[in-house]
């Protein structure tokens, strides 16, 4: 069953955000928008399952998942097998692009969270509002706090952001000998770049692309120490250009060059 409400727009139009629809989907439909929303989304999906793709990405959308999609942004999604269920919220305000990019909402962003509980309460009560016009800044309310907890769910849970980066650093260890980019390292994590990058720093503390560095001086390190390979060789080996950019790096990383930790060493 199919439940919407678009309220009527009044004075909330002045507020830094307010509601423009919200309801749910059941079952959803296959959904191309050429030119993207005028508003922005967040969605959740409570049963079935579905394929959202945008920029050339494919984001699963199973039971539990949430979904920021911001506008303007082209993109399609539909149901994957049988029937897929969503909840759905959009909205505006002359404020809100800006508010919503301190927020770490700079792009779609989509991650299952054990528990949409919360967000699943917030939306039940913004919905029995949407329709009376007297609610509409109760409905601003409401959505604050429907923002506020999805962003928790995508940015700050703990288990989900620890197997993006598990995944990423696996992935750097494997490949670090190579010449790999950020979008690789996100795509093996599962996550946009912006938010990849985001999560990998808020869990280790660095930027995936330290963290990478840091691998790679680290098995260098190790040849240096067991091996009477030239440098020129390991250089290339552990994954950089050339030698003259190894040296610089190695040095501003261990305080020597690579021929004065090995002669030390």
Known sequence: MNRSVYPVLGTEINLPF???????????????????????????????????????????????????????????????????????????????????????????????????NDLSRIFSAMFALAGEYSKAEKCSELLYAYILEARRLLFDNADIANDHVAKAAGFMEHEYGRDISLSEIACAAGLSEQHFCRVFRKVTGMTPMEFLTRKRIAEAKALLD????????????????????????????????????????
């Open 226 to 265: 067991d091996t009477d390979m030239p440098i020129s060789d390991i250089s290339s080996a552990v994954g950089f250009s050339g030698r003259s950019y190894f040296t610089s790096v190695f040095r501003k990383y261990e305080g020597f060059s690579p021929s004065d930790y090995r002669r030390l060493k």
């Open 18 to 116: 307010y509601l423009t629809g919200i309801g749910t989907t059941d079952p959803e439909y296959h959904i191309i928008r050429s030119e993207g929303l005028t508003s922005h989304q967040i969605m959740f999906t409570t049963g079935g399952s579905g394929v959202l793709t945008a920029n050339g990405k494919t984001y699963p959308q199973t039971n539990g998942v949430c979904t920021f999609i911001p506008p303007a942004v082209p993109h399609e999604y539909y149901p994957e097998k049988g029937d897929w269920q969503t909840s759905w919220v959009v909205f505006r305000g002359d404020a809100l692009p800006q508010i919503m990019q301190k927020m770490g909402f700079s792009g779609i962003v989509s991650v299952k969270s054990a528990n949409i």
